[in-house]
């Protein structure tokens, strides 16, 4: 006779009853085991469009998708690279905010009631996280008969590290949110960080004019880091204190993610820092 199931088949069998059964419970953590940390330099099995016209976001907004959709013309082989498909539904708005690292979906779920007419993405690397988050979503949705609340959040697993103009438009973001990411103590880690020159000019080309980068961490030498890199960068300047304590995304940012909470517990402190998307110079 088989024995009983080992605790992976478990957290397989959990996860896959939860989309089954389109339960209301919120997934438990510890059915999605995952490092705390993956690589983003390793070549992960990861979907990512070819460039943001082809990213099909139906699926993540389906409360957005434009209702009178036009007759769709199938994208050649020449134009994919591949076999020829139906091109991706349309949506009533883009997408506005993106949170990097989302983690377990804090800080997403913390912000769709205070924007909720704004289109939030989380993107993050581990996939099971991804799985959690994605799986949170779907119960708080299912809570809401009326399909008014969490629907304007969602969650994908993406490197942001190497894809993330492939998701997005130039100019197309209004917010970007960097909260407590992988410290990287080891200088050899360094560039590993999620703020660096090259990544800072990434963020320069999916932001829009005025848009904001937010950074929150609890390690003063990373916030020193990013501080750093992002004041040194051409596209950027920092916000004032007075400004960056009026907006209330900040104390979103500061109470609300699964990192915010236990450094709070621990009464670590917790350092901020937010750039403005300066407008380009003219040629």
């Not at 109470?255 to 621990?266: A, I, L, S």
Request: glycine share 4%; with cysteine; hydrophobic share 35%.
């Amino acid at each position: 006779m088989p024995g009983p199931p080992n605790k992976k088949q478990k957290r397989q069998d959990y996860r896959q009853s939860l989309k089954e059964n389109g339960t209301t419970h919120m997934p438990k953590k510890k059915f999605y085991r995952q490092r705390a940390h993956a690589n983003p330099f390793s070549d992960h099995r990861l979907e990512y469009p070819t460039r943001p016209e082809n990213m099909d976001w139906s699926t993540f907004f389906p409360t957005f998708v434009v209702d009178a959709q036009p007759d769709p013309v199938p994208q050649t082989a020449e134009d994919t690279g591949s076999t020829p498909k139906t091109p991706p539904k349309k949506l009533t708005k883009d997408v506005e905010v993106v949170d990097i690292g989302c983690g377990f979906g804090g800080l997403l779920v913390a912000l769709s009631p205070v924007m909720p007419d704004t289109l939030i993405v989380g993107m993050e690397i581990r996939s099971q996280v991804t799985e959690f988050v994605q799986d949170r979503i779907r119960a708080l949705r299912a809570k809401d008969p009326e399909e008014k609340q969490y629907q304007n959040i969602a969650c994908l697993r993406a490197n942001t590290m190497k894809f993330l103009p492939n998701f997005f438009r130039k100019g197309q973001l209004s917010k970007i949110f960097i909260c407590f990411p992988d410290p990287h103590f080891k200088q050899r880690k360094h560039k590993a960080r999620i703020v660096t020159t090259t990544l800072c000019s990434e963020y320069a080309y999916v932001l829009k004019p005025s848009g904001i980068v937010y950074t929150i961490t609890d390690v003063e030498d990373l916030h020193l880091w990013m501080v750093q890199h992002l004041e040194a960068h051409p596209s950027f300047e920092r916000v004032s204190e007075e400004e960056q304590d009026a907006d209330a995304c900040v104390e979103v940012m500061k109470m609300e993610t699964e990192e915010g909470k236990k450094v709070e517990r621990n009464k670590g402190q917790k350092f901020v820092a937010l750039f403005r998307r300066l407008e380009d110079p003219p040629w």
